[in-house]
């Protein structure tokens, strides 16, 4: 009986651990930390003003958060100017007289949203800059290391023509807009290797204005006053198709290495399969996206941060993609990231 | 008619003196460049210059159609893009591409009908109705196609020939830029309806008060331009693959519009023609090809372009003065 007694106690005793133990981890299988994230990023309206919506990097960013957004409850607007600045300057006055929680930025050159983004600075709100910067640094910068990209792809040029093999000296540099960003900084990257490699002969330096025509118009201008041509660098995979089309009309396909860069889209592994381009430095917009969304998350959940306090900055990656290894992960599809 | 230059002696005088500048000025550019640009005069970059104006050239002479009828069509570089994104974006569906491209022209060709109605029946100035129009056309293109760029289908063995292939080594882009100028000067210049372009080009309240069917002309002018900007959407899907719908917001329609005043079509409409379109592609041809090869920059090329183009307006001022017609009846 006594024995009975303690195994009842024992028993009863192990059941009031095992209930009170269930409680304890009823409690803990809210995720740390996660309720104040929620309530961090809930409800927070985010403004993105873009260059225009109809590239494909845009749309790959835009995807990445807008799922982001409706996970975790904030709004994601996109007030597309479609390549018109005045229209992106009204975006933008706009969007800073709405005093959202977060302004997200693609800056078409380095002045126009220079004073802008010092008001919205000013107003409170914090600012992203995604892969295009403004002459005014603000709390964060998302995308690519332009100067590293024009050292990469003139590099890139440099391994095939220079030393005795090579075709010639003559490069050309296909640029974008030449007030833009990515044009000013990849030039610094250019210029730097062209004084590396004294040989190297840059015998054409003109935007074709991110337009496969134009690319295409200069390029074939080029190749008559300089067959001999050994490598093109360009700035955008969509526009240099034009440059590749110059060089296979005129046969120079064995000749004439061309480079660009690009958000890694199927369509410039098409490009690269095609033979019209030889290798893109491949910026992956879905990850460049993501890292961009861990931004908002991160400024969105530091209301008490003051804006422009802290400033940070995060290079996306770069991959170099040739006949290689343009499959996969190097060339997304809209599709394939919703 | 003075269209037919032969009421109007000294009218005459004056238009071919503008034509002749601007060739003369094509000729004095050629020679510098020939003489200070090593491959200038090479066989390979005139067929690069020519190449690279067809586009340009096609659409002038479009645009050199509606401007002698004095009208105006700023939607044509849309109806370009749009035209041709369409094609392409219905060829994903699985319709044979060379269908898709007769929908495409459909299309066009009914954007063009509706211009041309607006213009002509609720008489809409051309100049804004053609501008809200494009802009409507370039919009609804936005929405419905997503991206920007939109590739052909790589194995399209008539578009390949559109972009790489020869005519006793003519590059078809020039010989269907050739062949669009052959027909439109023929037409303009042979035809019944051509003179009649002219006449209500030059005075359309004359012409339709002595019962010349000034509407169905200028709707037919517009329809015409349209399809005639497809075609060079066409050329450029050849020779890059792909069609771009961002040159709508790009300068091109003020260069088209460069190339017909420049070469001496007056904006109030009435006189001048097709070899006034070919004169003045080719001194752009020549002007861009030659600032290439001297590497100028891109501002600097806008610069001296813009100057040409408003020396052009002024020496077309001075030429056509504004009279009490053209003040009554406006310019464009």
């Known amino acids: ?338 | 008619m003075p269209g037919s230059g032969k009421s109007d002696d000294r009218r005459l005088g004056f238009k071919a003196s503008q034509e002749v500048v601007v060739v003369a000025i094509s000729v004095v550019l050629f020679l510098v460049f020939s003489a200070t640009l090593n491959n200038f005069l090479s066989q390979g970059n005139i067929i690069a210059i020519l190449k690279n104006v067809s586009i340009l050239g096609t659409l002038a002479v479009g645009m050199g159609f509606v401007v002698v009828g004095r009208g105006i069509d700023l939607t044509m570089v849309a109806v370009m893009v749009v035209g041709v994104a369409f094609s392409i974006w219905i060829s994903t569906w699985g319709i044979d591409f060379t269908l898709a491209v007769i929908c495409g022209a459909i299309l066009v060709a009914a954007i063009g009908l509706f211009t041309g109605v607006m213009v002509a029946i609720a008489e809409v100035p051309p100049i804004f109705a053609t501008l809200a129009i494009a802009s409507s056309v370039y919009g609804s293109g936005r929405i419905v196609f997503a991206s920007d760029v939109l590739y052909a289908p790589p194995d399209i063995a008539w578009l390949k020939f559109v972009g790489n292939g020869n005519v006793l080594g003519i590059p078809m882009s020039v010989v269907i830029f050739g062949a669009v100028a052959a027909l439109m000067g023929l037409f303009l210049r042979k035809t019944r309806f051509g003179r009649l372009v002219y006449a209500t080009g030059d005075n359309p309240n004359a012409a339709r008060t002595t019962g010349l069917p000034t509407r169905p002309i200028i709707v037919t002018q517009y329809v015409v331009s349209a399809l005639i900007a497809f075609t060079a959407g066409i050329i450029m899907t050849g020779l890059v693959t792909g069609i771009d719908t961002r040159l709508y917001n790009s300068s091109l329609i003020y260069d088209v519009l460069l190339v017909v005043v420049l070469g001496g079509i007056g904006l109030s409409g009435g006189q001048g023609g097709v070899r006034n379109v070919i004169a003045g592609t080719i001194l752009v041809g020549i002007l861009t090809n030659g600032m290439t090869i001297l590497n100028f920059s891109y501002t600097s090329q806008n610069l001296i372009k813009s100057v040409i183009l408003l020396g052009a307006l002024a020496i077309d001022a001075i030429i056509n003065p504004r009279d009490e017609q053209t003040s009554q009846s406006g310019d464009i």
């Open chain 1, 1 to 338: 009986m006594k024995l009975f007694k303690k195994c009842l106690l024992a028993g009863m005793t192990a059941l009031a651990f095992l209930g009170a133990a269930q409680v304890a981890s009823a409690q803990e299988t809210d995720q740390v930390g996660r309720a104040a994230y929620l309530d961090g990023v809930k409800g927070k309206k985010v403004i993105f003003v873009p260059i225009s919506q109809g590239m494909d990097l845009n749309q790959a960013w835009v995807m990445v958060w807008q799922r982001h957004a409706a996970r975790y409850g904030f709004t994601l607007e996109v007030r597309d100017p479609n390549g018109d600045t005045n229209a992106g300057i009204r975006a933008m006055q706009g969007a800073i007289a709405e005093k959202p929680d977060l302004i997200i930025v693609q800056n078409p050159d380095v002045q126009t949203y220079a004073r802008l983004l010092k008001q919205a600075q000013a107003a409170g709100i914090k600012v992203l800059q995604v892969n295009m910067q403004s002459a005014t640094q603000t709390d964060s910068y998302v995308g690519n290391d332009w100067i590293e990209m024009g050292r990469l792809e003139m590099g890139e040029l440099a391994k095939h023509c220079t030393g005795p093999n090579a075709v010639s000296h003559k490069v050309v540099w296909l640029a974008g807009v030449q007030t833009g960003a990515a044009n000013i900084y990849m030039r610094t990257g250019i210029d730097e290797v062209l004084k590396a490699n004294p040989e190297l002969q840059l015998v054409s330096d003109q935007p074709a204005d991110y337009i496969s025509e134009k690319a295409r118009q200069i390029t074939e201008t080029v190749l008559q006053q300089h067959p001999d041509l050994c490598g093109i660098m360009g700035i955008w995979d969509n526009a240099e198709v034009g440059a590749g089309a110059a060089v296979a009309a005129a046969g120079k396909q064995d000749q004439v290495t061309i480079v660009t860069n690009g958000a890694g889209a199927a369509t410039g592994c098409e490009s690269i399969k095609n033979g019209l381009l030889d290798v893109i430095f491949n910026f992956n917009a879905p990850i460049q996206g993501e890292i961009a969304a861990q931004q908002i998350s991160e400024l969105l959940q530091h209301p008490d941060r003051k804006a422009g306090s802290e400033k940070t900055i995060f290079f996306g990656p770069i991959t170099r993609v040739d006949k290689t290894n343009a499959t996969g992960r190097n060339c997304w599809k809209p599709e394939d990231i919703k």
